[in-house]
C-alpha cells in the first residue's frame, strides 16, 4: 500500500480505485489502463517504475489507474484476473489490446496505449520522450544464477551496480520444477523459489534492477547498454550473464505449433497433460530428468532419440528405464509436426531405415540442448567452436573490463553451482580491480 501513497503524492495522473469505483472510473471513464497489483510481488514492483515513467506521458489522454486485487478479490474473479500484476485497457468502456501479465515490458504497454490515441497525437507524445543516461560501476547483464551472485557480490563490496534481463530475475531455475543438488537444502527446492529467494537475496542488499526490459542495443568496446531504445545504462565493467536458450529440432511445423502443443519447459507445462500421452524429443539430461517428471502428471511417454543410447546420467537413465509409463524410441528424429484435431502428430524418421512413422499424442516437449544468449554482443568476443563465450580464471573476456559468467561461457558443466562459482570470481576479480 505504501507504494500507492507515494504514487498518488507524485503524479496527479495516477490512481488508486476499489471495486465500487470501477463502473464510474473504469466503464465510463473514458481512455484507461487498470493496473491490478499486489502487495510482495515482484513483477508488480519491476512494473511500477515503468507505469509511473508512461502515467507522465500518456497521462493527459488515458488515465492510469491502480487497483489493490487482495482487497478487490470479487471484481478480480469477475474480469477473470488471475494474476499480479495484470493490466488491462479500456476505451469508452470497452476492453481493448492484449491483457498483460507477468513480467510485462514498457515496449507492449505502449503497444497497448497507442491502440488508444490518434496518429498526429502519438507524434507529439513521443515527441517529449527524452534519452536518458545512467552511470554504474558495474553493468550484470542478466539475472539468473551467475548475475545475480555476481550482482550480490559486488553489492556487497559497496560497488554501484546494475543488474539488466529481458525476463524477470531467476533465469532457468525459475521454471525448473525442482532443484535437489544446490547445496545447503536438505529437501529439494522448487526452482521458482530457490531464483527468488537468491533474486530477493541481491535486491535487499541495493542492487538497481532493471528487469523486463527490451536491450535494444550493446555496445561493449565503449560499455554502454541502451535498453527500451531511450535509456543509455554506462559503466565501467560489464559482466554478461545471459545464459542459453533451448535448440529447435528443425523439424516443419515447430515454430507453428510451439506453445500450441509443443513446449520446452515441462514445469510449465507439464500439469497441462494430467492422464494424457506425451512425446518427448531428446536424451540427454534434461530430456531423461524432465520426462521423468512429465510421467507423473501423463499416461504415457514416448522419448524419440536420434542415437542408440541416452546420454544422460546413468541413475537418471535406470530411473526412466524402469518406469512403466515410458516408451523408447531410438535412431529417430521428427520431420514433421502438425495438428489433427486436439492430438499433435509427430512424423519420425528412422535414421538407420529412413522409414517414417507417425506419433499420435497430446503434446510434445523438445528437450535437445541450448544455444548461448550472445546475438547483440557476439562480433567481437572470443568464441568456442559451439558459440560460447571464452574466459580466463578471473571470467574475463577477451575484451577488457567485459566479462562472462554461467551457461554462456565456453565450459564442460553447465549447473547452477558453476554459474554461482563464476558469478563470485568475476565479482571478486572486480571488487579488487575497482577498490
Ligand atoms: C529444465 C532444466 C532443468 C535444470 N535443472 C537443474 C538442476 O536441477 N540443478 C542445476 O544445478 N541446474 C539445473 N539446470 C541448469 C541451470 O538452470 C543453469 O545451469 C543455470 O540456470 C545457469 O545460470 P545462468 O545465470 O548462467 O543462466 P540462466 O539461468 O539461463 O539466466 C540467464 C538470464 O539472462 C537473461 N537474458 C538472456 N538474454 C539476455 C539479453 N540479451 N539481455 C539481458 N538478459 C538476457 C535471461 O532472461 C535469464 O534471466 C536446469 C536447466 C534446465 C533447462
Known amino acids: ?43 508488480c514492483e519491476a512494473l511500477a517504475s515503468k507505469f509511473e515513467d508512461l502515467s507522465k506521458l500518456y497521462g493527459n489522454d488515458i488515465k492510469f489507474l491502480k487497483i489493490y486485487r487482495q482487497q478487490n478479490r470479487d471484481l478480480a474473479e469477475k474480469l477473470g484476473v488471475k494474476s499480479s500484476p495484470t493490466l488491462l485497457f479500456f476505451n469508452e468502456g470497452k476492453e481493448i489490446g492484449q491483457r498483460l501479465t507477468g513480467g510485462i515490458k514498457r515496449s507492449d504497454i505502449i503497444h497497448n496505449l497507442d491502440l488508444m490515441l490518434p496518429e ?18 558495474v553493468i550484470v547483464l542478466g539475472a539468473g544464477p551467475g548475475g545475480l551472485t555476481a550482482g550480490l557480490y559486488l553489492c556487497q563490496s559497496k560497488i554501484n551496480t546494475v543488474l539488466i534481463d529481458i525476463a524477470l530475475p531467476g533465469g532457468q ?14 529437501e529439494p527446492q522448487a526452482g521458482y523459489l530457490l531464483s527468488h529467494n537468491m ?44 545464459g542459453t536458450t533451448p535448440n529447435r529440432t528443425g523439424a516443419i511445423g515447430e515454430k507453428e505449433f510451439k ?18 500421452e506425451v512425446v518427448v524429443i531428446g536424451g540427454g539430461n534434461s530430456a531423461v530428468e524432465e520426462s521423468d517428471f512429465i510421467s507423473r502428471f ?26 512403466p509409463k515410458m516408451n523408447f524410441i531410438f535412431n529417430s528424429e521428427p520431420r514433421v509436426f502438425d495438428k489433427d484435431g486436439d492430438k499433435m502428430v509427430t512424423e519420425i524418421e528412422n535414421l538407420i531405415t529412413g522409414e517414417k512413422t507417425k506419433l499420435v499424442s497430446d503434446g510434445v516437449f523438445i528437450f535437445i540442448g541450448m544455444k548461448p544468449n550472445i546475438e547483440l554482443f557476439k562480433d567481437n568476443l572470443k568464441l568456442d567452436q559451439w558459440g560460447y563465450i571464452i574466459s580466463d580464471e578471473n571470467m574475463q573476456t577477451s575484451i577488457s573490463d567485459i566479462y562472462a559468467v554461467g551457461d554462456v561461457t565456453s565450459k564442460k558443466y553447465r549447473q547452477i553451482t558453476t554459474a554461482v562459482a563464476d558469478g563470485t570470481i568475476a565479482a571478486m576479480a572486480i571488487a579488487k580491480e575497482l577498490n
Open 259 to 276: 506453445g500450441k502443443g509443443i513446449s520446452y519447459c515441462a514445469t510449465c507445462d507439464a500439469k497441462f497433460f494430467d492422464n494424457k
Open 1 to 43: 500500500m505504501i507504494i500507492n501513497n507515494k504514487y498518488k503524492r507524485k503524479n496527479t495522473s495516477m490512481k488508486e480505485i476499489n471495486s465500487t469505483e470501477f463502473d464510474l472510473e473504469v466503464l465510463q471513464g473514458g481512455k484507461v489502463i487498470l493496473d491490478f497489483f499486489s502487495t510482495e510481488c515482484p513483477p
Open 298 to 323: 501423463a499416461s504415457k511417454v514416448t522419448i524419440v532419440h536420434q542415437f542408440e543410447k541416452f546420454t544422460a546420467n546413468k541413475k537418471a537413465q535406470e530411473k526412466l528405464f524402469a518406469n
Open 120 to 137: 498526429n497525437r502519438l507524434k507529439e507524445i513521443k515527441l517529449k520522450i527524452k534519452p536518458s543516461v545512467s552511470e554504474y560501476d
Open 199 to 242: 533474486s530477493e537475496q541481491t535486491k535487499l542488499c541495493g542492487t538497481v534492477y532493471k528487469v523486463a526490459v527490451d536491450v535494444t542495443r550493446v555496445d561493449l568496446e565503449k560499455k554502454e547498454i541502451v535498453i527500451d531504445e531511450y535509456e543509455t545504462v554506462k559503466a565501467k565493467k560489464i559482466i554478461i550473464a545471459t
Open 173 to 186: 531455475v525459475s521454471t525448473t520444477h525442482e532443484v535437489s543438488n544446490y547445496p545447503g537444502f536438505i
